[in-house]
């Protein structure tokens, strides 16, 4: 019998991943990470996580189960490794994607280090992807989840050999709907518990605010200009925009305009055409290869270059500083600095990096 802590958010993907860890006979305990408090963002209680309501669904549901039930602490470090960083990275004109960096540096570090301190085996999650060991190469492979439509597998790329070791992942070979199914069937309380679907810390969807408040720095306006550098128009600052983005601008323009780059050091936000958003090249930092040790020479992948982003085929290698570089068949719109592209083979993910 081995010892497991299992991440509980108080949503119904935690819950019925504590079940199928504790159907197994194993020694098992419950753990939500308190991450911030609400009143420290100004949120009551809906569409976030780890939130003092989550703490206490999940509390109901260990106490349902049978087994202990531990809140840990982690808002000091939250804060430093995923909002610091978050707004950090705004400022800086790119756009990260903070449920990448809480997977990094909190539930696959942090936890993990706690895992050890409590002389427990290994941490379970409520993810949907699947991971196996390969005999023959030793190393640990990751897959997609067998219920596409929730396949998590992105925003788990960065997860290191080490910690695939400690990792289970109860829900890769299941349906949401069947999840559901097994938390009704089982009286949890979270049963019909609606995802959280926005950035647990900006609910709102209002980045820019977040960052003043967060940093307490007035966001500076600047200027629009075109792909000539001709003026257009102000901007009400660097972090209220995004690549991609048409909404919002407040520019008046005989076609319709798209934030093509942002240039923090001279707070400019370049403006152009759908057409001009597109290219086929990425160049990522941060790379974190899991199928393999190194791509020295391309190999045939298909790419994410976001989280929702249909995959599409591509080369991918690195150079001899580790950058990885990927080529894709055909343009992708709006590729974007802070966010991360994931490569797949298959099912399998192989790796991916944060593109710069």
């Given amino acids: 019998m081995e010892k497991a802590i299992i991440a509980m958010s108080g949503g119904v993907d935690s819950s019925v991943a ?169 009286g949890f309380v979270n049963a019909k518990k609606h995802d959280s679907q926005d950035i647990c810390f900006v609910p709102d969807g209002d980045y820019a605010s977040f960052i003043e408040r967060h940093t307490g720095r007035k966001d500076i306006p600047g200027r629009f200009v075109d792909t000539a550098g001709n003026d257009i128009g102000p901007n009400k600052g660097i972090t209220h925009y995004t690549i991609g983005q048409r909404r919002g601008l407040g520019i008046p323009a005989a076609s319709r305009l798209y934030v093509l780059s942002i240039h923090p050091d001279t707070r400019e936000v370049v403006l152009g055409s759908n057409e001009e958003l597109f290219s086929r090249t990425v160049t990522a930092g941060q790379v974190n290869l899991i199928a393999c040790d190194r791509i020295d020479s391309p190999i045939r992948v298909t790419a994410k270059i976001r989280y929702r982003h249909k995959e599409q085929p591509a080369a991918a290698w690195q150079d001899a500083e580790g950058l990885l570089h990927v080529e894709f068949d055909e343009p992708q719109r709006a590729v974007t600095r802070g966010q991360s592209v994931v490569l797949y083979d298959g099912e399998e993910v192989v790796g991916g990096g944060v593109i710069l």
């Fill in 18 to 186: 504590a079940l199928l860890t504790l159907q197994t006979g194993d020694d098992c305990i419950g753990a939500t990470m308190q991450l911030f408090h609400n009143e420290d963002i100004g949120i009551s209680k809906e569409k976030t996580c780890c939130s003092l309501n989550d703490v206490e669904d999940a509390r109901s549901v260990c106490y349902r189960m049978g087994i202990p039930h531990y809140v840990m602490n982690f808002t000091d470090q939250f804060r430093t490794d995923v909002m610091d960083r978050f707004a950090r990275s705004y400022l800086q004109g790119e756009t990260p994607n903070p449920c990448i960096e809480c997977n990094r540096y909190l539930k696959f570090d942090r936890l993990i280090h706690r895992m050890y301190e409590l002389q427990r085996d290994y941490i379970v999650t409520g993810h949907y992807a699947r991971i196996r060991y390969d005999e023959k190469t030793g190393r640990y492979r990751m897959y997609k989840a067998v219920d596409e439509s929730k396949d998590q597998s992105y925003v788990l790329y960065m997860l290191t050999q080490e910690q695939l070791a400690h990792v289970r992942l109860p829900l890769g070979n299941l349906t949401k709907t069947e999840v559901r199914s097994i938390a009704e069937a089982n």
